[in-house]
């Protein structure tokens, strides 16, 4: 540690701290204008100039990029000091006049006029001030270089290639988020916001919060979701062998440290207004080894977490090139990644159980593991021939495949096809989240991927513990969830990277701070201002409408929110075997038997009949908390609450149904 005094206070810090920083940590505050926490510090404006003696003479340095590697004495108000930071600001002052941050700092220091008349002076208030943070910030934070300096001395100013907006500036505007003076402005957008400032002023927060926070929280920038790979695995979450188990020896060799150096793009996309979290990422350069395209040279779009797991662990497989292989040719086929990596899983335990054989699947070896068993079976998918054509029929149909043809046993394969509602499931084990199974299994479009967030509230950051808390869960973030997709919003700003400190905010699982931001995204865009519980009330109405409208086809009751064992319990006794320890203590703790007095099938029967126990009293608690009857259905009050009665047919369809009141 280097010792270091600012105005006559002292305190320790690591080597190449900055003195801004330094002086931060001590309390003592030095004008800054062009540093900013987002980006590399840059030395332009030298408002922060200080006094510094390291033992031989005293020199006025920049504060902000100024780093201490050796004991210091530091003055921020030395005589020497201050006359350099005046005279600099003085100069500022003449060449932007009106410049608001200009004239605060020149106050500040005891300037109210210039002494003399700059010969490029500019009258704007929303003059540049050459500051430079735009231009560092497209390119350190948005990690393109579209913005750059041109020219020198008075001819200095910032531009874009050719004076010209390139097709490579994704509009992502954090330029203007960041530029102190309002330079940088929107003068133009397709959507025609009513108020674009304010959705600038809402966008410019979470740029800082991501490019500031990301790094500690999520790593998005870094490996986009791939980095859920290992987190997952720690919490016993991740999919291994159609769901079996939630960890394996050998995930460190799909782990995101294996995707991030194969990964070669990762810029901002420009997606929404102020986010930097650059989570779109591709591979480059991959050797196709199988298929039509075998030999080229190719770009992979992704992986991410769910394609890294349903098509790596959850198969067996753990090498990277082929996932990135089985990548590029779901998307080259048109295939969904999830779906094709959970009903490969369910293909793989059959074919290890005995229901399928080689000469069942045309012979192709479908053990869990075979890279070229399931390539194969993606080939033939694509071509329309052989086993391929049962593949991609999806778990529902197979199942029934599987008992009508092969004798499977009925039962069996309804617990370990993981499906529900038709759609396979996304890459997390729920096992040990209640929360999560409901947020699958009552999810009207089934267990699809970005419903999954629950199990990070319930299982890595514990914030719904009680029965009580997951119920109001599934209640609120369905709906939250729904708001998104209805406006066509990432749901990644909301929160994947969470304010500092969200943990004090009262809820922190809602991260109320970003969804009042939503709520400035809203009035800024349609001059309408709403609170968060508009937005939820919006979706609301659609979600129950959409329930209706799934009764009306024939589903939308209790029965159809039935979700697979596999995703409450442990089917087999090798599963149960593999997390004993866990499952006998829940025997004992929560059930109150004594599992040494039982046997294995004795225990599993008692686990199975707790668990289906407490999914039912969810679905009752949910139903109840949404406004619906015990069958799952919602009642009349519920639709005329919400306005959505009105629809032609609705309350005859809920009378045909029993629901009247
Ligand atoms: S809009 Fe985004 S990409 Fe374009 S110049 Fe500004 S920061 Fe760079
Ligand atoms: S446009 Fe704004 S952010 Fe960029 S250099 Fe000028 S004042 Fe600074
Ligand atoms: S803030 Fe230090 S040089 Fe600008």
Redesign the pocket.
Known sequence: MIEVMIDGKTTEVAPGTTILAAAKKLGISIPALCDSEMVEPYGACRVCSVEIDEGRRKRIVTACNYPLNKPAEVSTASDRALRVRRLVLEMMLARWPNVRVVRDLALEAGIDGARFVHPRRNESEHA????????RLCHEGVWHRILAFEGRGDSRK?TMPYGKQPKECVGCMQ?AS????G??RFTSDPNHPVDAERIRRAGSELTREVLVLDKSQCRMREAGTAHLVEIMNDYDLLPVMNYKFGAHADTHKIASDKFVKIFSQGVADGCALGCDMACAKAVEGHELRTGPDKGQSVLVDGPEYETASGCGSNIGIFEPWAIVEINYYCDHYGVDTISFGTLMAFVMECFEAGILNEERTGGIDLRFGSVEGTLEVLHQMGRGEGFGLIAGQGIRRMKRIFVERFGADPAFVQDIGMEAKGLEYSEYVTKESLAQQGGYGIALKGPQHDEAWLIFMDMVNKQIPTFEDKAEALHYFPMWRTWFGLNGLCKLLWNDVEPEDNAESGAPAKVPRHVQGYCEFVAGMTGREVTPDDLITQSERVYNFQRIFNLKMGYGRRRHDAIPYRSQGPVTAEEYLSRQDRYDKQLREEIGVDPATMTLDERRAALRRHREGRYQKLLDAVYKRRGWTPDGIPTLAKARALGIDKVEGLVELLAAHGVTE
Not at 178 to 181: D, Y
């Open positions: 540049c001030i050459l500051c430079g943070l735009c231009v910032v330029c960041i530029c102190p003076t330079a940088i």
